[in-house]
């Protein structure tokens, strides 16, 4: 349009991006980080950073609040199921900064604030906290997935923007692209740069695709999306795909997120671990019987399932805002419950499974269905069944929604992606219940990735070094309760 081709005409070249020191950073920027840091540092801390998951996002937004630790208070609104694995971050690029996680859907009478703080909340609660985050008077808020504010009717969309109206710096994180949805993304480009992007009306017409269907307008298409790009990063957003910067990245990454539980189960997870601790503090640490053995075992198990239990909540939210913006993802279980409950969970997304109940022929099938085709988004396997002697690398990301025992099946289940063929980089998440065995079992497991650069004598060895490990902690809790 003749407005939107003057707005281009008139600006100015983007500032030049400057060469900056981070002090205080305890892990290594990629070079397309440093520079995506260099971008919100050039946009005076308003930007937009729109990269593929798996490149880091996070890194560079904690990277820019390093840069500037005289910005505080500063509030990070995320979606519920990632708001441990962000303060995780923070404190492992940054482990001086002091970072809370609020929680509940008001604050309490005995809440207390504190002005030099990192402050973590979901994008649910911000309406009932808004008060107290506006009276802390923040220097900066980030909003991860910053689609989520796509609702101009929402609660949680008014609450952002009242907060964000009193900040200088906004700093937004999204892995969808904005010219496939750009109705999506008005209320975000609103608050980072309201000089361009002003009005809605305006801007559904120019880059939404606006028809009028009879009975209203319908603004879920796209139109000048080659114009909305050039608008956008000449502005606000930086945005980075896997297939750019792949010569940067190691080809395979794993990442630990953690999950919170819901209150209910974690009370019934506690009382099953309270159980159990009871029952070691019966067990003499010396001369543990193959009996007693056997029976850890199947404790553990229990413990394992009340965790995936507890979490599931948080699993399937975190799959399905993968989902909403990556192509196609692997998920390994290791419980036919698991499995079913995914394929139900994940129906919209066309998924195909493959655990021990099915035939040579419905695996062949499963397998040519998900590297084929292109609605079939998501692939649900065993980690025992799917983890061996399949090639998946239609996909380039992969999630273990429980854990195995072993170090190597768990490699040879996350390789079913990062074989040949694979052009991406791999990404691999394990998603991992907070303060449960599972944690314990996650550690355990890299450790043991580390040492080992092949299966020990078979795949009991390796299963018998860490269950004897895992029971050797907990006798050891078992004991100290005792003292």
């Known amino acids: 349009t003749p407005g939107l081709r003057k707005r281009l005409e008139e600006m100015k070249n983007p500032p030049e991006l400057k060469k900056l020191e981070i002090p205080g950073l305890k892990m290594q920027l990629f ?41 505080v208070p500063v509030v990070v609104i995320v979606p519920a199921s990632v708001k441990y694995n962000w303060q995780k971050e923070i404190l492992m690029w940054t482990p001086d900064r002091r970072v809370v996680v609020l929680s509940g859907r008001k604050p309490t009478a005995h809440t207390v604030m504190d002005k030099g703080t990192i402050y973590i909340i979901n994008y649910d609660i911000v309406s009932g906290w808004l008060d107290t985050l506006l009276g802390m008077n923040p220097k900066v808020v980030v909003m991860d997935e910053s689609h989520y504010i796509k609702n101009r009717k929402a609660q949680r969309t ?19 692209p904005i010219i496939n949805r750009p109705v999506e993304f008005f209320n975000v480009l609103n608050i980072l740069s309201p000089g361009r992007f002003p009005s809605f009306w305006k801007y559904a017409h120019e880059f939404c695709g606006a028809r009028h269907n009879g009975f209203g307008w319908d603004f879920t298409g796209a139109s000048n999306t080659k114009e909305l790009h050039q608008l956008l990063t000449s502005t606000c957003m930086i ?18 997120i953690p999950l919170s539980m819901e209150q209910k189960a974690a009370k019934e997870y506690a009382r099953a671990k309270d159980h159990f601790i009871g029952w070691l503090r019966e067990v003499n640490p010396t001369k543990v019987s193959a009996a007693q053995r056997a029976e850890a075992l199947v404790q553990f198990q229990t413990l394992k399932q009340l965790a995936r ?8 939210e975190w799959l399905k805002d993968v989902l909403s913006t990556n192509g196609k993802v692997i998920v390994f279980a290791v419980h036919h419950a698991a499995v079913d409950a995914l394929m139900e969970a994940l129906s919209g997304f066309n998924p195909v499974k493959l655990d021990g109940r099915d035939s040579n022929k419905a695996k ?6 998900f590297q084929e085709d292109p609605t079939c988004r998501v692939f649900i396997g065993n980690i025992k069944a799917a983890g061996v002697g399949i090639t998946l690398t239609a996909a380039n990301m992969v999630a273990f929604v429980e854990l195995g025992w072993t170090p190597g099946e768990h490699s040879q289940a996350e390789d079913r992606a990062h074989r040949i063929g694979q052009k991406n980089a791999v990404s691999v998440y394990y998603l ?7 944690q314990e079992i996650a550690g355990l497991l890299d450790r043991k990735q580390k040492v080992l650069s092949a299966v020990l004598d078979g795949e009991d060895a390796e299963q018998g070094m860490l269950l004897t490990e895992l029971l050797n902690q907990y006798m050891k809790e078992a004991a100290n309760d005792v003292l």
């Open 31 to 71: 070079p397309f980080q440093r520079e995506g840091v260099e971008f919100i540092e050039s946009r005076k801390g308003k930007a937009l950073i729109g990269d593929e998951m798996g490149l880091g996002k996070t890194a560079q937004t904690i990277a820019w609040l390093q840069l500037h630790q005289e910005l």
């Open 309 to 316: 239990k507890g979490k599931w909540k948080a699993t399937i």
């Open 239 to 256: 945005r980075r795909t896997k297939e750019e910067v792949l010569k940067d990245l190691p080809d395979k990454t794993r990442s630990i």
């Open 432 to 438: 991992i219940a907070e303060g449960t065995v599972e």
């Open 158 to 176: 008014k609450a952002v923007q009242k907060l964000c109206k009193k900040v200088d710096h906004v700093i937004g994180l999204s892995g969808t």
């Open 364 to 369: 062949n099938a499963a397998v040519d269905r």
